[in-house]
T-cell receptor, first 114, second 113 residues
Framework: AQSVTQLDSQVPVFEEAPVELRCNYS??????LFWYVQYPNQGLQLLLK??????LVKGINGFEAEFNKSQTSFHLRKPSVHISDTAEYFC????????????FGKGTSLLVTP | KAGVTQTPRYLIKTRGQQVTLSCSPI?????VSWYQQTPGQGLQFLFE???????NKGNFPGRFSGRQFSNSRSEMNVSTLELGDSALYLC????????????FGPGTRLTVT
């Protein structure tokens, strides 16, 4: 069975600094990988996804992620964060064996301060 | 296109009651999935409906059920509510069979007292 680990529950960072949110997964088959963002009192918004092809995936709001199959990781990065990036970020995995249901990590709370 | 809509947005129920939540997917989307979000357990998959049929189900008790109508709108029902059912219930829709990316609604916040 697949599992998703987000290694940091909270990440504080100063505005305009770079940030990396880490995600590792375990699965015995090929998977699809996603990052979602959740702002307070809102649903989830898709930031980016990896289905196949290039391992570097670019998403919305300047975010990007790199799929590393050997390390089973899918870390999210942004070179310069803004106050408005403060939110909860979720890494998710889906695979054919689970009917493509999304299996989420516990989330990383990104707090951007001036 | 309008996004996924969920009604109601907030709900307060008493233990032992039942509740029905509604989800309208993005126009043209035929798949609807439901997720439960709690501080303790995080985001967990409840079930997925495609063309009025339950196609996939998570590990939740039978008190949790759902259905999908011919217009793809979906409802989920929780019977005999327990305090632990207090959560944000998220609905997501998708427009493709097989693999798909899911678009989430704003959720329904259920509080059980």
């Amino acid at each position: 069975a697949q599992s998703v680990t987000q290694l940091d529950s909270q990440v504080p960072v100063f505005e305009e600094a770079p940030v990396e949110l880490r995600c590792n997964y375990s699965s015995s088959v090929s998977v699809y990988l996603f990052w979602y963002v959740q702002y307070p009192n809102q649903g989830l918004q898709l930031l980016l996804k990896y289905l196949s092809g290039s391992t570097l995936v670019k998403g919305i709001n300047g975010f990007e992620a790199e799929f590393n199959k050997s390390q089973t990781s899918f870390h999210l990065r942004k070179p310069s964060v803004h106050i408005s990036d403060t939110a909860e970020y979720f890494c998710a995995v889906s695979e054919p064996n689970s009917g493509y249901a999304l299996n989420f990590g516990k989330g990383t709370s990104l707090l951007v301060t001036p | 296109k309008a996004g996924v809509t969920q009604t109601p947005r907030y709900l307060i129920k008493t233990r032992g009651q039942q509740v029905t939540l509604s989800c309208s997917p993005i126009s043209g989307h035929r798949s609807v999935s439901w997720y439960q979000q709690t501080p303790g357990q995080g985001l967990q998959f409840l079930f997925e409906y495609f063309s009025e049929t339950q196609r996939n189900k998570g590990n939740f008790p039978g008190r949790f059920s759902g259905r999908q109508f011919s217009n793809s709108r979906s409802e989920m029902n929780v019977s005999t509510l327990e305090l632990g059912d207090s959560a944000l219930y998220l609905c997501a829709s998708s427009n493709r069979d097989g693999f798909y990316e899911q678009y989430f609604g704003p959720g329904t916040r259920l509080t059980v007292t």
